[in-house]
T-cell receptor
Framework: GENVEQHPSTLSVQEGDSAVIKCTYS??????FPWYKQELGKRPQLIID?????GEKKDQRIAVTLNKTAKHFSLHITETQPEDSAVYFCAASKNTDKLIFGTGTRLQVFP | SAVISQKPSRDICQRGTSLTIQCQVDSQVTMMFWYRQQPGQSLTLIAT?????????ESGFVIDKFPISRPNLTFSTLTVSNLSPEDSSIYLCSSKSGRNSGTQYFGPGTRLLVL
């Protein structure tokens, strides 16, 4: 079955810097890749997603890139702010079915 | 986006008992999912709850321990049976949005502590 690896497990950046989180997946049939943000004690919230027919998607300060050949995708956050501090999870799915999650990245943005 | 609610939000249970968690979606959805999130960990899919058929369980999860009901297109329950301290976790339901079939939204979760 699908396996998703996520790195790094923790990431600390200065406010205003960029943050990059990387994930790799094992099943080449996976074609949907969402990213979720989870604040302490809250539910996971979808922040951006990408399908396998595009290589990049951007939404304001957040972007996701996908390399199907290498089977990896990345989340890029620019101009980080303290409110970006949270745990971020990547996930992979075949035909937008069940999601297999990565292990999570705890992002801390220091003012 | 779909609005998903769960009950209870938290509970403390004695070992050997069972807890049933309810998940309500504000619109009809084909698929609902149940996840477990152990403290400080990622989300692990327990099963997919299909309306009108048996739930589909992931490896490591069995129906006797995690029976699921899906009586209609807006509601599902997950029961965690014969509780042990290892079942202490957050249980989350999710559903796929009707407008964008790929997008999954999560309920607020049920925090379970087993003593």
């Amino acid at each position: 079955g699908e396996n998703v690896e996520q790195h790094p497990s923790t990431l600390s950046v200065q406010e205003g810097d960029s943050a990059v989180i990387k994930c790799t997946y094992s099943d080449s049939a996976s074609n949907y890749f969402p990213w979720y943000k989870q604040e302490l004690g809250k539910r996971p919230q979808l922040i951006i997603d990408i399908r396998s027919n595009v290589g990049e998607k951007k939404d304001q300060r957040i972007a996701v890139t996908l390399n199907k050949t290498a089977k990896h995708f990345s989340l890029h956050i620019t101009e980080t702010q303290p409110e970006d501090s949270a745990v971020y999870f990547c996930a992979a799915s075949k035909n937008t079915d069940k999601l297999i999650f990565g292990t999570g990245t705890r992002l801390q943005v220091f003012p | 986006s779909a609005v998903i609610s769960q009950k209870p939000s938290r509970d403390i249970c004695q070992r050997g008992t069972s807890l049933t968690i309810q998940c309500q979606v504000d619109s009809q959805v084909t698929m609902m999912f149940w996840y477990r999130q152990q403290p400080g960990q990622s989300l692990t899919l327990i099963a997919t709850a299909n309306q009108g058929s048996e739930a589909t369980y992931e490896s490591g999860f069995v129906i006797d321990k995690f029976p699921i009901s899906r009586p209609n297109l807006t509601f599902s329950t997950l029961t965690v049976s014969n509780l042990s301290p290892e079942d202490s976790s957050i249980y989350l339901c999710s559903s796929k949005s009707g407008r964008n079939s790929g997008t999954q939204y999560f309920g607020p979760g049920t925090r379970l502590l087993v003593l």
